[in-house]
Antibody, heavy 120, light 112 residues
Framework: EVQLVESGGVVVQPGGSLRLSCAAS????????MHWVRQAPGKGLEWVSL????????YYADSVKGRFTISRDNSKNSLYLQMNSLRAEDTALYYC?????????????WGQGTLVTVSS | QSALTQPASVSGSPGQSITISCTGT?????????VSWYQQHPGKAPKLMIY???NRPSGVSNRFSGSKSGNTASLTISGLQAEDEADYYC????????????FGGGTKLTVL
């Protein structure tokens, strides 16, 4: 059974930093790209970032480019999101999602999310 | 403003069929067969319902189907059931220089 478990979400002040983690199990982690997707309270889904199976390629939404860094440790079956220079608009539930493995990126498994609140 | 346009809400009675549209551009929906659809119940994580325009993952009811025409993709739910009441989001690969994946704003489905 595929499981994705996020952690690291807390309340942080504007301008602060945070590192989210996602522990994966139930599939061959290093065979798949992985994503972070976020959802602000009461709002829709927003794709945040993507990392290739080997970590060699990374992509970011314009809203987080230059502030967030995605990474992975295949030896630990773990995905990370380093978040710097946080803003109020980064407040959201952050989901870790497994890529479906096709050519065009879709999310076939999701974690339950970890809540990041940026507030003074 | 979301990159893909969905109606804010749709409704239908049990047993009826409904269709949710998802309109993009030739850089996303219209340019690739990489549209996916997600169901989200309140307080829950999204669930993949359709991928690559019209493919259903194992375990998803065949009452759910997807299609595409030009820059608009559609999700059809037939034989509506009470448990189908949820938010639905479309998503597409995009060749935009600033994004790799775009979502629609979401559609609230109400089963009357």
């Amino acid at each position: 059974e595929v499981q994705l478990v996020e952690s690291g979400g807390v309340v942080v002040q504007p301008g602060g930093s945070l590192r989210l983690s996602c522990a994966a199990s139930g599939f061959t982690f290093d065979d798949y790209a992985m994503h972070w997707v976020r959802q602000a309270p009461g709002k829709g889904l927003e794709w945040v970032s993507l990392i290739s199976w080997d970590g060699g390629s990374t992509y970011y939404a314009d809203s987080v480019k230059g502030r967030f860094t995605i990474s992975r440790d295949n030896s630990k079956n773990s995905l990370y999101l380093q978040m710097n220079s946080l803003r109020a608009e980064d407040t959201a539930l952050y989901y870790c999602a497994k890529d479906g493995g096709g050519g065009g990126y879709y999310f076939d498994y999701w974690g339950q999310g970890t809540l990041v609140t940026v507030s003074s | 403003q979301s990159a893909l346009t969905q109606p804010a809400s749709v409704s239908g009675s049990p047993g009826q069929s409904i269709t949710i549209s998802c309109t993009g551009t030739s850089s996303d929906v219209g340019g690739y067969n990489y549209v996916s659809w997600y169901q989200q119940h309140p307080g829950k994580a999204p669930k993949l319902m359709i991928y690559d325009v019209s493919n259903r993952p194992s375990g998803v009811s065949n009452r759910f189907s997807g299609s595409k025409s030009g820059n608009t993709a559609s999700l059809t739910i037939s034989g509506l059931q009470a448990e189908d009441e949820a938010d639905y989001y479309c998503s597409s690969y995009t060749s935009s220089s600033t994004l790799e994946v775009v979502f629609g704003g979401g559609t609230k489905l109400t089963v009357l």
